[in-house]
């Protein structure tokens, strides 16, 4: 075995060498590159002309089956000929340190197995993500002192390098946690251009980097492989006191525009912004999971993003961070509901449900649910908006004056069934209709259709002359 735990190591092949592995061929038969681990360390392998950095030297046509390249930690940084790291036949593992060649994610080249392979410890194919902080550090490589890589918030299992590749890192994991995970990854580095009062190198820790799984990058962001971050800036406080709200069918308001940010870049661009809420519970502490739609009732944490400056590529910005950020909290009241044009009529001939029909005929019965005029339902209050949307929640039904059955919930089309689909139009499940009421809101249309001799629940009793009087009560999600 080779191995390295440490150190700085610096090699250079001959005409037919790898940088470390294998040597120059012995006439018609090539050589292999062995075993190597290694631990840690900043480790430069520059492989000869048609020789590998780390693994095969000469003649990529020999098999090294049964050797194996592992990797655990450190910063490797091969230059070669041919491929970066392997030869046909070795086992290649990487759990830890930073590999890259200074290009970009597609120019790296791996030779192992059967082809360009190579696998994490328990054996899956493993990509390339980068760290890229130029902006902070330029093209220094400052050691790294503390390290934590995190997918979906847990904490990870993969080595530290030991230092940055020109301000980079490029880190290998599994394509799968590349597609559907978060990776985060927390760091501190020593700054040995900024020493303190007894001439040692400034620790900092910038804020944690991260990538969203590919599904969930933001919008109009390259998919290059980059963990990013984004510079945060604070609300004017008298923007943050003057969000608490009746409900009226939107989120939080705009802040106002320009906004300096402290990287003295001036967000303008309202199109460029926009909000993630997460509602809160009476603790305040986060429930169910972050929307763009911060439009219900309650106390909801916001954070807004601006993607104004992403593409900016003055002192590597777009390298280096999502975008800008900045969080708060606010509070949308409850409003009063008012059900209004109740009507029932049947459906076989349209007649009014006050005329007489056999029990077996289907019965539907329909009201208007919206918003009360005020946001209390008393005269002389707040008016409210006419933005706000149709509701959601239930209908309790009344039969000469007694609740009758179980609430029905208000289904729209394209509410999710239980396996997640969306439910389609003229499913019997839906019961609301939404209805635009042309001023940027909506009402919701309820309508249930039963025949009497199916569903006795709901008449129980013979009625005064053979007749029923039917009624509707809204009930609120909170209710």
């Not at 090699?11 to 292999?32: D, E, L, M, P, S």
């Not at 000469?58 to 030869?87: E, F, H, V, W």
């Not at 199109?271 to 972050?290: C, M, V, W």
């Not at 009421?437 to 005064?464: I, K, Y």
Request: proline residues 6%; charged residues 20%.
């Amino acid at each position: 075995w080779i191995t390295v735990n440490g150190g700085y190591i610096e090699t250079q092949g001959g005409y037919h060498a790898a940088g470390i592995g294998g040597g120059v061929r012995n006439g018609n038969a090539g050589t292999r590159c062995g075993n190597i681990r290694i631990n840690g360390g900043y480790v430069k392998a520059t492989g000869g002309e048609c020789s590998g950095g780390f693994g095969q030297g000469c003649c990529a046509s020999t098999r090294a089956d049964g050797y194996q390249i592992i990797l655990t930690g450190g910063t490797l940084i091969p230059s070669a000929g041919t491929c970066d790291m392997g030869q046909t036949g070795v086992k290649i593992t990487i759990t830890g340190g930073s590999i890259g060649n200074g290009g970009n994610v597609a120019d790296f080249r791996f030779l192992g197995g059967n082809g360009a392979e190579a696998y994490n410890g328990a054996g899956e194919p493993i990509e390339m993500i980068q760290v890229d902080l130029r902006s902070d550090v330029g093209e220094n490589t400052y050691k790294i002192t503390d390290w934590q890589l995190l997918v979906d918030g847990e904490p990870y299992d993969y080595g530290a390098p030991a230092e940055f590749d020109k301000g980079n890192l490029y880190l290998w994991l599994p394509k799968i946690v590349k597609q559907d995970s978060e990776v985060t990854v927390k760091l501190t580095y020593l700054d040995t251009d900024h020493l303190d009062k007894d001439g040692n190198p400034t620790p900092v820790t910038p804020l944690p980097l991260f990538r969203p799984a590919d599904s969930s990058l933001p919008p109009g962001v390259t998919n290059d492989g980059k963990l990013r971050r984004y510079a945060d800036f604070t609300l004017d406080a008298d923007y943050l006191a003057n969000l608490d709200k009746y409900y009226d069918g939107k989120g939080a308001s705009m802040f106002p525009l320009p906004l300096r940010t402290p990287d003295g870049r001036d967000l303008t661009q309202a199109e460029k912004i926009t909000f993630r809420y997460q509602h809160l519970d009476s603790a305040g502490n986060p429930t169910g999971a972050e929307t763009g739609d911060g439009s219900d009732v309650g106390t909801m944490k916001f954070t807004a993003i601006s993607t104004q400056y992403s593409n900016d590529t003055e002192g590597k910005f777009s390298e280096s961070y999502w975008g800008h950020r900045a969080t708060g909290q606010f509070t949308i009241w409850p409003i009063a509901s008012q059900v209004s044009g109740i009507a029932a009529e049947w459906v076989d001939d349209g007649k009014p449900g006050d005329v007489a029909h056999p029990s077996d005929q289907v019965l539907k019965v329909s009201a208007t649910i919206g918003a009360a005029p005020t946001v209390d339902g008393e005269l002389g209050s707040e008016k409210t908006k006419p933005t706000c949307q149709a509701p959601r929640g239930q209908v309790q039904i009344y039969v000469d004056g007694k609740p009758v059955g179980a609430p029905v919930d208000l289904v729209y089309a394209g509410d999710p069934d239980a396996e997640g689909n969306p439910i389609p139009e003229g499913d019997p499940c839906v019961t609301a209709e939404k209805v635009d009421n042309g001023r940027g809101g909506s009402t919701a249309l309820f309508s249930l259709a039963r025949a009497a001799s199916a569903s006795d629940f709901l008449v129980p009793t013979q009625g005064q002359q053979g007749r029923h009087e039917i009624a509707l009560r809204f009930l609120p999600p909170s209710a």
